[in-house]
C-alpha cells in the first residue's frame, strides 16, 4: 500500500498563489508517476498534472503556463500553483500510479478561489 499525504491547500484571491505538496510513503518502488487531480462541486475529477519518475510531465490545458508539477527524491511531489482563477477552485487530490493498474489517492485538500 501506498499512503499519500498533502497540504498547503486554502484560500486565496484571484491572481494569488499557493503551492501543493504530497508526501508518499508506504510501498513506493515501482510507483511510475504521481500527480494532481481535482474536483470541483457537481463535477467530475480531473487531471490537473503529472509527472513520472523519468520527469516527463503532462498538464490539462486550463491550467498550462500558471501550473508547474515537480518532484524530489524523497517522494513528495508538488503543484506550484500560479495566476490563480475562481474556476480552480475544487478539491485537490495526489495521485501515484503503479503499473499495470494501481493508482493510491490521497484524502484532498480544497483550494478555494475569490474572485
Known amino acids: 500500500q501506498v499512503q499519500l499525504v498533502e497540504s498547503g491547500g486554502g484560500l486565496v484571491q484571484a491572481g494569488g498563489s499557493l503551492r501543493l505538496s504530497c508526501a508518499a510513503s508506504?510501498?513506493?518502488?515501482?510507483?511510475?508517476?504521481m500527480g494532481w487531480y481535482r474536483q470541483a462541486p457537481g463535477k467530475q475529477r480531473e487531471l490537473v498534472a503529472t509527472?513520472?519518475?523519468?520527469?516527463?510531465t503532462n498538464y490539462a490545458d486550463s491550467v498550462k503556463g500558471r501550473f508547474t508539477i515537480s518532484r524530489d527524491n524523497a517522494n513528495t511531489v508538488y503543484l506550484q500553483m500560479n495566476g490563480l482563477k475562481p474556476e480552480d477552485t475544487a478539491v485537490y487530490y495526489c495521485?501515484?500510479?503503479?503499473?499495470?493498474?494501481?493508482?493510491?489517492w490521497g484524502q484532498g485538500t480544497q483550494v478555494t478561489v475569490s474572485s
Open positions: 509527472i513520472t519518475t523519468g520527469g516527463n
Open positions: 508506504g510501498s513506493i518502488f515501482s510507483i511510475n508517476a
Open positions: 495521485n501515484a500510479f503503479k503499473p499495470p493498474w494501481s493508482h493510491y
